[in-house]
C-alpha cells in the first residue's frame, strides 16, 4: 500500500471512524483490526488523558512549574505511536506524552523537566524514544540524520518525526524536507495541526493545508483525521512501511484540536472562542471510540470500570513518583557538560564544591 | 507626572508611545497580538493599534528579523519581539550577517532602525531555554548595540531611545524584574541610552552589574554595609557599547571591581570589564577584577537555578575576596 | 493574464522562442514585442556578457580578487530585469550583473567588492537594486519584508528575490516563502536554476523541478526557459503585475545554465563534462535571440558593427574605471560600522588614526 | 616517516586515517565530494570512500548540524565542514541550543562526537564573510570544545583526536596558512589536545597566540629578539578549555603578557586570557595583559585587510608598551 499525494485543491482528510463513533471504509486505508486491539487503542487514550489530567492538577498543586497538556490530541499520538514498532525511532516536541506511553517511556519520566529537576529524564535509546526538544522544530533534522544512518545501516526502521503546525514555519523543517527527500530517508514527518501555535491560528503559518507542503519537496503528504484514532492508525502504518521499504519520507498531517491552553501558563481565552472548542469537544477522540466500542458492543461495563480503576492507579503512581522525586544535587550542574571532561568545568566543580561545604561547615 | 508601574508595564507603554509617535514604527513577533505576548508586554497594542502595525508573525525567528530588515529599507521602524532569550539563534544569522552589518556594507547609504526585544536572564523557575543570557554572543558583533534596563525607568526610556536610534539595537530585559515597580515619569528628559549609572556611591569596591543583577548588586551593598563596607554599585545599562569611563572613575577611586552578571563568565561581558578596566587602572587597582557570574555549563533545570546563578552570597564572597587582596 | 500553476507531473517550461531562434506561441504567455525591443534585449545581453567577460580578465590580471560569472545567464538576467518597473525593487544575490544593467546601475560600481575595495559599491535606493548579498538566501526574507512594507504603504509595486538552485535549501529561503504567502506579499521570487550550486547538481537540492516548491507554499510556480529572452520576459511580466495587483507572491524558475565556472577560483572540469557544457552552448540565449533577429531580418550588420563598438567602449571604461579606482583609507574602516556613532569604534579609530600617523611621522 | 607536507594535505591525510580506521567516521559538506571542498582539504576522500561515508549536502548549514547531530545518534561520527567561517551562522542554533547541549540533557545517555571543521581568519584577499574569526561566540557557549591548529602536525594529530572525542569539537582551520609546509609523523605520539604549548621560550614577556597568528608572533619575536627583547611564544592550541596552567607559568616567569589574535578585541578571547591571567598572576604582572586584534568593525574590504588585521607592527606596538611599564 502506497500513501498517495493527495491532490492540491483537496483538504479532504482520511477518515476511518466518524465523530459518531461510525466505521466508516476509505478507498486507500483499510485497517483490519480486532475487538481486543480496539479495546487497548482506547485504554492507551484513556490512561494517557489522565497521566495529563493528573499532570495538570499537579502543576496546580505546584509539584510542577508547567505542563504542556495533550488534551485532544489523544487519537493523533496514540494512532500514530501504536503503528509503530519497536526498532522504529521517535523524535518528539514537548507535547509527545502520548506517543511516548506507546513507546513504552515511563510517564513519570516525563515529569522531571517540568518539575524543574533535569531537563529531560529518559534514556533515548531504551525505548527509541528522543528527548522532549524544546526549540522549535530542530528536532527534525535530527530525526531526518538519524534516518539517514538507518538507512546507511542497510536497517529497516522509520523514524517519525513530530512537530506542530506551527513549527512548520521553521527553517529547520524545510530543511528537513530537503534533506529528507533528496537522501531518501526513512523519516515520517508527523505533523499535528492542533489549529494554535500558542495564540496564533494555523493560518498565520500557511494558506494552504499543510499536508501539501510535502509535494513541493517531491514527496507525498497526506491529511487524516487527527480525532480518528483508527484513521491515524492506518495512515501512519502505510506511511511507516513505506518510508521502511526505502521509499523516501512521507509528511503526515493529524489535524486535530489542542482542546487544553498550550501550557498551564497560558490563557487561551485571549485568543480563542468558546464555541470553537464546542465545536471540538463534539469530535472529543476518546469519546469517539467509545461510541464505536458501544455502538458495537465491543467492551462491557467490567472493562471500563477495570480501566477506571486502572486509570486511578496510575494517578496515584504518578503522585506519589513526582512528590518523591529527588532535587538533584548542586554538583549536577557541572555532570554532562562534557562526556570527556573540560578543564575548566573541572575546575569549576571543586570550585563549586569547596564553596558550597563552607556553608555546611557552618562558616 | 511620574507614575510607579512594573517594569512590563513601562515596557508596554513605551511601546504605545513610539507606535502613537511614529506611524513607521511596527511591533513583531510570535504571539504578540491577540495574546499581548507570553509575558502581556505588547497588551492591547494590536488591539488600538491594528493588525498592520502589531504583526503576528508565523513561528520563524529568522523570518522575523530577515522581513523586519526588508521592512526597515522601506523605511519602516520594526520594534521586533523573540519570545525568550534561547530562542533568538534561529535568527543569530541574520542578525550577525545582515542587520549587524548591512548599514556598513552599504557605505552608511541604508539605515537599519530595527530593535530586537528579548526577555532573558533566569530565576523564573523554567523549563529549558527559558532562562538564558546570551548578550555576550552579539558584543563581540560590530554594528549592534546592546542594551539592557534594570528599573521601570530605565525600561521605559531606554527603550523609547533604542527605537529612535538609526542602528539595530537588542534590547535585553530582565524577565525576573518584570513585575517590579517603580517610577516612570514618560514627561521626564532621559539620559544618554549608553551611559552607565552609578546607582549606589561607595568607597571600597565597585560592583557593576546590569539588568537583573543590579538588584541584586544593591542588596549586596546593603549586606555589606552591615558588615561595614563601602560598595558603590554602578547599573552598566549598555553592553555594547560599555560605558568604561563612568566604570573608570569609579574603580579609579575605589581600587577594586567585582562584576556580577548571570551569563557564564567565561567569555562573558565580565572578561571584557575585567580587561578593559585592568588596563585602565592598571595602577589603581589593588585586587584583580572578580568575576561572580553563571557556571561554564548549560543553564540548568529550575532546581538549581539557584546554585546556579550568582546570588547574593556568591557576590559577597567576591566581594570578600577582593577586599582581602 | 495569471500566472498558473504548473501541475506536480509537468516538467514543461514556458518557450517563446526555441533554440533555433523560432518564434512560438505558448497558451498562456503571450508576447507583444516590436522590432526595436527584440534589439533592444539582445543589446542588452551582448553588453552584459561582454562586461562579464571584461571583469574574468581583470580577474585574471589581478584587478579583481574574484569575480562570479554569468555567462549563459544572460537571457534569465535581461528577461526578468526588463519585465520590471523603475517603481519595482531588486534583491540580488551575486550573480546578477545582467539585472543590474536593467535597473540603470553603474556596472563600474559592481566591481568594488571584487575588487575588495568595498564590499557593495552603490546606492541600493537610487535604482531600487538592492547590494549583492553573499550569505546564500538571506535577502529573500529582505524582499519579502520589503514587499510586505510595500503592501502597508498600498503601493503598486514588485519586489524580486533573485536566488540560486543552491539557494532554495536555505531554510530562509523556505520561511521567505511562508511569510510571503502569509502576508500576501507583493514578491516575485526569482530562482535562476543554474544546474549548479558550485559543485552540486540540482539533484542535491531537490528530487523535483524546484518551481513545484511554491505549491507546497500556497502560491503558483511556473518553469520557464530561462535561455529564452522572450519567454523570461513574459513570465516575469506576468508574474510582477500578479504581485502588483495584490494576488501574493509568485515563483518563477529560470531554467538555465551557468557555462562558466562558479567564480574565478573554480574549476568546473572537476565535477562535470564537456559533453554537458557543449549540450548548453547550443542554447546560447544570445546566440538564440541572434537568429531570430536574422531569420527574421530585424537587424542588419550595421546594429552588429555598432553594438560592437559600444561593447568596446564600455569594455574600456570598465577597464579604465578599475585602474582608477582608488583604495579606501584605513580609516574607511571605521566609518559607517554604526549611523548613531559607537563609543568603541570612536577609540579605535582614534587609537589607529595615531597609531598610523606615528608611522607617517617616520617613527 | 615525518613528511614535509602543507597543512591542508596534513588535514586531508587526517581525515582520510579517520575514514580507514572507523567505518563510523562521515565526512560531509557543501562540495566535499567530487569538488574536494573549495580549498581541496577533503580531495579523493569521496572517490576513495564513496557517496556513503563522504556526503556532498544540499546547500543549507542548519541541515549540515541538524543531520549530523541525528547520524551521531545513531552511532555514527560526522566531521561536517562549513565552507568559510561567515557561513557558520545559519547553524549557530543546531549548534548552541542542540549539539553543545544534547549529552548534559540526556544526563549523559547520549553522545555527541560531531567534528565542526571551520576554515577561519583572513588575509587571503576575500570577498565579505570569508574571513572572520568567530571564535569567541562560541567559546561562551558550554558543551563545546574548541581547537584551532598552527601548523601542519598539530592539523593531522589535533584533528584525529577531535574526531576521537566523544564531545562536539569545533576545529578552527587557519585558511591563510593552509599552503604552508610542515614536518608531520603520522606514527608520532601526539599531546593532549587542549594543551597550551610554548612554541618559543623567552623572559622578558608572553606573548600569546592561537591559529593563524602564531606565525606572526614567531615573527614578532625575531623581530623583538634584534631589539633585545627575550619574548616567550605560547600557541594557545586550544580556546574551550584554554590551557590557562601553561600561560600563567610562562606569565610567572615574563611577568607580562600580550595576546595576539585576529577576531575583534571586543568580548574576544583576549579578553578571557587577561581576566584570568590577572587574576592568577596579579602579583606577578608588570603591566596589564594587552590585547592586540581586529577593530569593532565589520571584517573589512581585502583592500583594508592589512590595517585591520594584527601584523607584526601593531604586535610590536603592544610589546614595546607593555614593556614600557
Ligand atoms: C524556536 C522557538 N521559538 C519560539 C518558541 C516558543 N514556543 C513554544 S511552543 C510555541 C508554539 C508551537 O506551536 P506548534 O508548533 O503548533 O506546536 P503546539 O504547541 O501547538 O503543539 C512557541 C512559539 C520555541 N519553543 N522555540
Ligand atoms: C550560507 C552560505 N553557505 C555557503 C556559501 C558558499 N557558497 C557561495 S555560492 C554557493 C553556491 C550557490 O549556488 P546557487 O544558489 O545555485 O547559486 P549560483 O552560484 O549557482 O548562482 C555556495 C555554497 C555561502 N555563500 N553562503
Ligand atoms: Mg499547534
Ligand atoms: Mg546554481
Not at chain 1, 518539575?115 to 522549535?136: A, E, K, M, Q
Request: proline share 6%.
Amino acid at each position: 500500500m502506497t500513501v498517495e499525494t493527495t491532490t492540491a485543491a483537496g483538504t479532504t482528510m482520511v477518515q476511518l471512524l466518524t465523530p459518531e463513533g461510525e466505521r466508516v471504509e476509505h478507498p486507500e486505508y483499510s485497517l483490519e483490526i480486532t475487538p481486543g486491539e480496539l479495546r487497548g487503542l482506547y485504554r492507551d487514550m484513556v490512561l494517557t488523558r489522565r497521566f495529563d489530567a493528573e499532570a495538570t492538577a499537579l502543576q496546580r498543586q505546584g509539584e510542577l512549574a508547567l505542563w504542556p497538556s495533550l488534551l485532544g490530541q489523544e487519537a493523533a499520538q496514540i494512532g500514530s505511536g501504536r503503528a509503530l514498532r519497536d526498532s522504529d525511532y521517535v523524535f518528539p516536541t514537548y507535547r509527545e506524552h502520548g506517543v511516548a506511553w506507546c513507546r513504552g517511556v515511563d510517564p513519570t519520566s516525563l515529569l522531571g523537566m517540568f518539575r524543574g529537576v533535569n531537563h529531560g529524564g529518559w534514556d533515548p535509546n531504551s525505548n527509541n524514544f528522543h528527548l522532549y526538544t524544546i526549540v522549535i522544530g530542530a528536532q527534525t533534522l535530527h530525526a531526518t540524520g538519524y534516518a539517514m544512518g538507518v538507512a546507511m545501516d542497510g536497517a529497516e526502521a522509520a523514524v517519525v518525526a513530530y512537530f506542530g503546525d506551527g513549527a512548520s514555519s521553521q527553517g529547520d523543517v524545510g530543511e528537513s524536507f530537503t534533506y529528507a527527500a533528496v537522501y531518501n530517508a526513512p523519516v515520517v514527518f508527523f505533523c499535528q495541526n492542533n489549529q494554535w501555535a500558542i495564540s496564533e491560528p494555523t493560518e498565520r503559518q500557511s494558506r494552504v493545508p499543510l499536508y501539501q507542503r510535502a509535494q513541493g519537496y517531491g514527496f507525498p503528504g497526506v491529511r487524516v483525521d487527527g480525532n480518528d484514532v483508527l484513521a491515524v492508525l492506518a495512515v501512519t502504518r502505510a506511511a511507516a512501511d513505506q518510508v521502511r521499504t526505502g521509499q523516501g519520507p512521507v509528511l503526515v498531517e493529524a489535524y486535530t484540536y489542542r482542546m487544553g491552553a498550550h501550557t498551564t501558563s497560558d490563557d487561551p481565552t485571549r485568543y480563542r472562542t468558546s464555541e470553537e472548542l464546542k465545536e471540538w469537544e463534539a469530535k472529543d477522540p476518546i469519546l469517539r471510540l467509545r461510541r464505536h466500542l458501544d455502538r458495537e458492543g465491543l467492551a462491557d461495563e467490567e472493562f471500563y470500570t477495570r480501566l477506571d480503576e486502572e486509570s486511578d492507579r496510575m494517578a496515584r503512581r504518578v503522585r506519589e513518583a513526582i512528590r518523591t522525586m529527588p532535587d538533584p544535587d548542586g554538583t549536577a550542574i557541572f555532570d554532562h557538560v562534557y562526556a570527556d571532561g573540560h578543564a575548566l568545568v573541572d575546575e569549576e566543580r571543586a570550585h563549586y564544591a569547596a564553596y558550597a561545604a563552607s556553608f555546611e561547615e557552618g562558616n | 507626572m511620574a507614575q510607579a508601574m512594573a517594569l512590563a508595564k513601562a515596557l508596554n507603554l513605551s511601546l504605545r508611545t513610539a507606535l502613537d509617535n511614529d506611524p513607521k514604527v511596527l511591533v513583531m513577533g510570535e504571539d504578540v497580538g491577540k495574546l499581548g505576548g507570553v509575558f502581556r508586554v505588547t497588551d492591547g497594542l494590536q488591539k488600538d493599534f491594528g493588525e498592520r502595525r502589531v504583526l503576528d508573525t508565523p513561528l520563524a525567528e529568522s523570518g522575523i528579523i530577515g522581513t523586519a530588515i526588508g521592512l526597515a529599507l522601506r523605511g519602516y521602524r520594526p520594534v521586533t519581539e523573540i519570545q525568550f532569550d534561547g530562542f533568538v539563534f534561529p535568527a543569530y544569522d541574520q542578525i550577525v550577517t545582515q542587520l549587524a552589518k548591512l548599514h556598513a556594507r552599504a557605505l552608511g547609504m541604508v539605515r537599519l532602525p530595527v530593535v530586537i526585544r528579548i526577555p532573558y536572564g533566569g530565576g523564573i523557575g523554567a523549563v529549558e531555554h527559558h532562562s538564558e543570557s546570551p548578550e555576550a554572543l552579539f558584543a563581540h558583533v560590530a554594528g549592534l548595540k546592546i542594551v539592557t534596563p534594570s528599573n521601570p525607568s530605565d525600561a521605559y526610556w531606554m527603550l523609547q531611545q533604542a527605537i529612535e536610534c538609526d542602528d539595530p539595537v537588542i534590547f535585553f530585559e530582565p524577565k525576573a524584574r518584570y513585575w517590579e515597580k517603580g517610577e516612570v515619569d514618560p514627561e521626564g528628559i532621559p539620559g544618554p541610552l549608553h551611559a552607565a549609572r552609578v546607582v549606589r556611591e561607595g568607597s571600597d569596591l565597585t560592583l557593576a552589574a546590569y539588568g537583573p543583577m543590579v538588584r541584586t548588586a544593591l542588596q549586596a551593598a546593603l549586606a555589606a554595609e552591615e558588615e561595614g563596607r563601602s560598595l558603590e554599585v554602578v547599573d552598566l545599562r549598555s553592553i555594547s557599547p560599555i560605558d568604561f569611563d563612568t566604570l573608570t572613575a569609579s574603580v579609579k577611586k575605589t581600587g577594586r571591581l567585582v562584576i556580577a552578571h548571570e551569563a557564564p563568565v567565561f567569555f562573558g561581558a565580565g572578561a571584557e570589564v575585567a580587561a578593559r578596566i585592568t588596563e585602565r587602572c592598571f595602577y589603581h587597582l589593588e585586587a584583580p577584577v572578580l568575576r561572580v557570574g553563571g557556571y561554564h555549563a548549560p543553564y540548568p533545570p529550575a532546581r538549581l537555578e539557584e546554585e546556579y546563578l550568582p546570588g547574593l552570597d556568591r557576590i559577597l564572597d567576591s566581594v570578600d575576596r577582593a577586599l582581602a587582596y
